[in-house]
Structure formats: C-alpha cells, structure tokens
C-alpha cells in the first residue's frame, strides 16, 4: 500500500513540474503573439540573410576541410581526399566483411584495387572496373571517353588461367576470394 502511495505522490509531482513548463512555454507564445508583425518580419528577414552569408565557395572550401579530416581516419586512410560516398561505404563495407578486394591487373603493370560485394557476379566486377576508371579519370584529367564495348570485346578477364566468360557467374564459382589477383587478356582474333 505504503508503495502505491509513494509512486502516486512521485507521478502528482511529474505532472505539476509538466504544467510548470507548459505554462512557460504558453507564456512565451503569448509573447510571440503581443509583438508587432512587422518586428516578426524584420527577424524572418534577418535569419534568411544569415543563412545566406555564406557564399558557396566558402561552403564547399569547409566542406572539404571536413571530408578531409574524415579521410584521415585509420579506416579510410586509403582513400583519395575527393572521395565519393559509394567509395565510403565499399571502404566500411570492407572493414565488415561484407566486401571484397579483387586486385585486377593491366598489361602495363597497373594493378586495380577494385571492391565489390561478397556475391558479387563477374558482370559487377566489370561494372566496378568501369566505374573505378571514370573515377580515377576525373580525378587525373585524362581520357574523356573509354568504350567499354569495345574494351569486353577485346579483352578477357582471368583468374588462374581461366577465362571469366560467363557475367551472370559469381566470382566465388570461379574460386576468387578476398585480395586474388584476375588480369586482363586480350583475345585471340579468330579467323
């Protein structure tokens, strides 16, 4: 019993500390209320230009200020400073285990470090060699346009040997785990 009552005198206190605040807080509403529109219109105005001080140069220079400091951390110190959000999430989900790191290499040497998902199909990694060129493209001013038709018809990727010719396969049926190695080679012309 003794219980009830103390948890019953505990909620009245609750509840008129509750209408305290309420009272307080419609107070300062009826303030708002008694002042002329026209000082309300002058303080819209003024928090409008506030917000507006701020020239885009200014926001962008703070905004990679802050990406910057943010590529600085131990788990994306890997990435370039003008990172891209996908390049962020395929970084953590990296860390998590539920990506993977193909290292695809060129004829000139170039080895790609290209992140795709852990049941990712051959076609996804081609999509994410496509999209790890136009990124490194952009960012080295080189060439403008790549055909990328031209590029599957002329080259074959492949892992120990084998030819990855099937896109809908997944690169796990090919036996690619985690940091393997698939290079680029050019097929052989028929005549």
């Known amino acids: ?49 506030d917000e507006e001080a701020l020239p885009h140069s200014e926001f962008l220079d703070i905004f990679e200020e802050g990406l910057a400091r943010l590529v600085q951390d131990p788990l994306l110190c890997d990435l370039p400073i ?40 051959v076609l996804d990694l081609k999509k994410a060699i496509q999209r790890f060129m136009e990124l490194k493209q952009q960012r080295e001013g080189g060439v403008k346009h790549v055909s990328w038709r031209y590029v599957w018809r002329t080259f074959h990727l492949v892992f120990q040997g084998e030819k990855l010719d099937d896109d809908k396969m997944k690169l796990k049926d090919y036996g690619i785990r985690n940091r393997d190695e698939v290079t680029f080679m050019k097929r052989l012309r028929k005549k």
């Open 82 to 121: 003008q990172v891209t959000l996908e390049e962020v999430n395929s970084q953590v989900a990296l860390e998590y285990g539920q990506a993977m790191t193909v290292r695809v290499c060129k004829a000139d040497g170039e080895v790609m470090p290209i992140v795709v998902v852990q049941n990712a199909m």
């Open 1 to 49: 019993m003794m219980g009830e009552e103390t948890q019953s005198v505990h909620l009245d206190e609750e509840l008129s500390i509750k209408e305290e605040e309420f009272g307080q807080a419609e107070g300062k509403m009826n303030q708002v209320k008694d002042e002329k529109p026209e000082e309300v219109e002058e303080e819209d105005e003024e928090e409008e230009e």
